[in-house]
């Protein structure tokens, strides 16, 4: 079949089809619905949890599929026996996280169901490492064991932390985050090296398995490197990267979890793992693994001409703190003299060192980052929480500090009777807080002049950043409880981060060498 003026969606559909039947895989077809049940109750195994609804003729509610996996698991059998090969290409009906509307994403993937073994996920891991060459000479998989995270997270919830915290540091890298948590020491030095632990495969793990022996059971981390060893093909093997940053849910994954990556799309377009948990959960004693391929983030990559292999792109918030974070950059071997000239441009390139840098508004960093259009910027944590882009969060910068906190007029007192009427432009910060606390809340967004609205009777209290306090007296307000420190962050695009690893490690490690000696 010509396939030239077939889209690259289209044309992947078409190789991957025939890859995974070429490996025994066979089509599954299924209905674009199901009841709703299905999905309420495995929500968190969900990318979102929210679902398209409709009642049919039987009075029934039912839902267009936002996932493939569970029609899978509901509606085969059990066969101890031997395994079940399974691929399916199928649409799926998920919020767009740009516009926050509901949109039609064609998926393709496969499933190995049964009495699995070592030869099966082998074969399942090249399989997914095939299927991102097929869209990309310039891909990795990224490779994990989530066993041994359990392993030291289970022990970790022995002193209170909750394993979600854990977790969400270990995903975004956040080295800084973990050590707030307050984990014990030998917690604590297990997770700082499997954050750290990031690269090929070969050469990590045998490292990787010597610094954690004798501080846990490294037994997981044995049979995946045994496993890797034994793919005959090389090309694949060197595709293959450690990192612990690949995170499932431990409540319906376990075992190896991965993600792949192609240059120049701005996050992952394959994912997978094991998953015996979930099979269980839905009361089948068949182990399974499997991974989706998301054709949708084809759309995203990258078609600019920001010289993907050489130049590290960094987005800078424009203000003090902007100017604060470049002599930080500058200061670790990335200079770019043309920034300080006085002009109107926004984008500012040294082809020597191999870095432009570009003056974004501070909360948009994480747009620009997150999207690919920058590899690196720095933003604040304020932004983090409130709009969770999907970034790595590599280093506390220690500028920039403030404190988010709820305000209110000076004597105030909380009537409980009634919802709290919040104003603030950190919604979901405020939303949180205020669910943690099992406090009914009225949310005002306000964009600005949020003082001012506790005064005019608009709201009883706000939820804002706190720098000096001077602006809340000038309006006798006085803060009333603080939510969280701010402070800005180094943050990292989750692709840029395999293909341009080398440039953001060294100007990570020159950074917190400098913060270390100022110390």
């Known amino acids: 079949m010509n396939t030239t003026y077939l889209k690259?969606?289209?044309?992947?559909?078409?190789?991957?089809?025939?890859?995974?039947?070429?490996?025994?895989?066979?089509?599954?077809?299924?209905?674009?619905f199901e009841e709703y049940d299905l999905y309420a109750s495995n929500k968190d195994f969900l990318i979102s949890d929210s679902v398209i609804t409709f009642t049919d003729t039987n009075g029934k509610l039912m839902a267009l599929k936002p996932d493939v996996t569970l029609s899978i698991i509901k509606?085969?059998?059990?066969?101890?026996?031997?395994?079940?090969?399974?691929?399916?290409?199928?649409?799926?009906?998920?919020?767009?996280?740009?516009?926050?509307?509901?949109?039609?994403?064609?998926?393709?993937?496969?499933?190995?169901?049964?009495?699995?073994?070592?030869?099966?996920?082998?074969?399942?891991?090249?399989?997914?490492?095939?299927?991102?060459?097929?869209?990309?000479?310039?891909?990795?998989?990224?490779?994990?064991?989530?066993?041994?995270?359990?392993?030291?997270?289970?022990?970790?919830?022995?002193?209170?932390?909750?394993?979600?915290?854990?977790?969400?540091?270990?995903?975004?890298?956040?080295?800084?985050?973990?050590?707030?948590?307050?984990?014990?020491?030998?917690?604590?030095?297990?997770?700082?090296?499997?954050?750290?632990?990031?690269?090929?495969?070969?050469?990590?793990?045998?490292?990787?398995?010597?610094?954690?022996?004798?501080?846990?059971?490294?037994?997981?981390?044995?049979?995946?490197?045994?496993?890797?060893?034994?793919?005959?093909?090389?090309?694949?093997?060197?595709m293959l990267q450690v990192d612990f940053s690949v995170v499932s849910d431990t409540n319906y994954y376990n075992g190896i979890v991965f993600k792949g990556f192609v240059e120049s799309v701005p996050s992952a377009v394959l994912s997978g793992g094991q998953y015996d948990k979930l099979m269980s959960k839905m009361k089948h004693s068949s182990r399974a693994i499997g991974f989706a391929v998301y054709l949708d983030m084809l759309d995203m990559?990258?078609?600019?001409?920001?010289?993907?292999?050489?130049?590290?792109?960094?987005?800078?918030?424009?203000?003090?703190?902007?100017?604060?974070?470049?002599?930080?950059?500058?200061?670790?071997?990335?200079?770019?003299?043309?920034?300080?000239?006085?002009?109107?441009?926004?984008?500012f390139e040294n082809e020597e060192v191999g870095v432009r840098y570009f003056w974004v508004k501070p909360s948009d960093v994480a747009i620009y980052v997150e999207r690919g259009a920058a590899d690196i910027g720095v933003a604040g944590k304020d932004i983090l929480l409130e709009y969770k882009p999907e970034v790595y969060e590599l280093l506390d910068l220690d500028i920039g500090k403030c404190r988010m906190a709820v305000a209110a007029p000076k004597g105030f007192c909380d009537n409980t009777d009634r919802a709290l009427r919040v104003a603030t432009k950190f919604s979901r910060i405020a939303q949180q807080h205020y669910l943690s606390k099992g406090r009914d809340i009225d949310i005002i967004h306000l964009n600005g002049s949020i003082e001012i609205a506790p005064i005019l009777g608009l709201s009883d209290v706000i939820v804002d950043i706190v720098e000096t306090g001077t602006t809340l007296k000038e309006n006798d307000l006085e803060v009333i409880e603080t939510i969280v420190p701010i402070s800005a962050r180094l943050i990292a695009n989750k692709t840029s981060y395999q293909f341009k690893n080398e440039k953001i490690v060294q100007l990570l490690q020159q950074i917190a060498t400098e913060m270390e000696e100022i110390e």
Do not use: W
């Not at 690259?8 to 674009?32: C, T």
């Not at 031997?82 to 393709?108: A, D, H, P, T």
């Not at 902007?322 to 200079?335: C, I, T």
């Open 8 to 32: 690259p969606e289209e044309r992947a559909v078409f190789a991957l089809r025939s890859l995974y039947r070429g490996y025994g895989y066979l089509p599954f077809k299924m209905s674009k």
């Open 75 to 238: 509606n085969i059998k059990d066969r101890n026996d031997g395994v079940q090969k399974l691929f399916y290409n199928e649409n799926v009906y998920r919020i767009s996280k740009g516009n926050q509307s509901y949109k039609e994403i064609m998926q393709v993937g496969l499933e190995c169901i049964g009495n699995i073994g070592a030869e099966d996920i082998q074969q399942v891991l090249v399989l997914a490492a095939r299927s991102l060459q097929s869209i990309s000479e310039n891909c990795v998989l990224n490779i994990t064991d989530l066993d041994i995270l359990s392993q030291v997270i289970s022990h970790a919830e022995l002193s209170g932390v909750k394993a979600a915290d854990i977790l969400k540091c270990v995903e975004e890298k956040n080295a800084a985050g973990l050590k707030k948590l307050s984990l014990p020491e030998k917690t604590l030095t297990i997770l700082d090296h499997l954050i750290s632990a990031s690269g090929n495969a070969q050469q990590v793990l045998p490292d990787l398995i010597t610094a954690l022996d004798g501080l846990c059971d490294i037994t997981p981390l044995e049979k995946l490197a045994q496993l890797i060893r034994s793919i005959e093909d090389a090309r694949i093997r060197d």
């Open 301 to 347: 990559a990258c078609t600019t001409s920001k010289d993907v292999g050489n130049v590290l792109n960094i987005a800078l918030p424009k203000g003090r703190l902007g100017e604060k974070v470049y002599a930080m950059f500058e200061r670790a071997g990335f200079p770019c003299p043309s920034i300080k000239e006085n002009s109107r441009k926004l984008i």
